[in-house]
């Protein structure tokens, strides 16, 4: 079974949540950053599931060209297209008793997105060239790093199949926001590096794990792997120290920012300040990032007298 290490208090809630509903047939709708690992989420789901004897599938609907992705997801009939000289089962049908994972469901066309939300409202699916419907008993997960809400607005996903996936929300925070995470898993995945390559293990220090909590982690949790990967492989030391995490255009956060003795309210008003930067003044995505309603950061850059129409956008 998948296990999702964490000592961080918004992470244990989620995983509690997503143990109260992983038994369910429920659709869940996964949603963070890329490498907050959606994928790790899912397989976590099914492993909890009363499915977790079966195999586990899914697939990167942004990752298959669009001409293809209906074959991929529905199957064919033999003789349904030119070179289909034999019939194919399809995701769902391979599925069929277990959970399937739709990863960057955002990029799929609105054609496909018609018929996904078919297999949800009828649990059946017909073969592309063929005519028969077919049940399928599949556990729906869908997963991506774009505002679907957002995207309903613009017109480029479709509002009932939204609703339909996003039965049970779950938004995976970005490691920047949980930097105390970074305790727990440095030295789990340094384990696992050292084991893959077949190197002496490694450990890591103190002064090691402070430069990883100054970096931005644009690339969350996969990148920290990578990063680690990187440094333990070009390190000659046993114990990794600040001087051997080879990160690329390292810049410490700068020191001003935060300072001891400063009230709470302050260093409250330079994270959502940095947090609306960070998200190009979208306030649904920064209030989602802190933890907050867009009702209460609203209200929060109204106490701060920040100027709407220089800083914030609409």
Known sequence: MNVIYTQNYRMKKLIALIDKVATSR?????QGESGTGKELFSRYIHGKSARR???????????VPENLLESELFGYEKGAFTGASQKKIGKFEMANGSTLLLDEISEMPLVLQAKILRVLQESEIERVGGTESIPVNVRLLAATNRNLGDLVKEGKFREDLYYRLNVIPVTIPPLRSRLDDINVLAPIFLEAICSQ????SKSIDDSAIQKLKKWTWPGNVR????????S??????????DNDIVIE????????????GMTVSSAERILILKTLD???QNRTHAADLLGISVRTLRNKINEYKVDNESRVGA
């Open 232 to 241: 333990c492989l070009l390190s000659s030391h046993q114990n990794l120290c």
């Open 249 to 260: 255009n390292f810049k410490e956060s700068d020191p001003s920012d935060l300072t001891p």
């Open 223 to 230: 990148e920290l792997r990578n990063i680690l990967e990187r």
């Open 26 to 30: 429920a659709t869940i709708l996964l």
């Open 197 to 200: 390559n077949g190197i002496d």
């Open 53 to 63: 004897n079966n195999k586990f599938y899914a697939i990167n609907t942004a990752a």
């Open 278 to 280: 960070y998200t190009n």
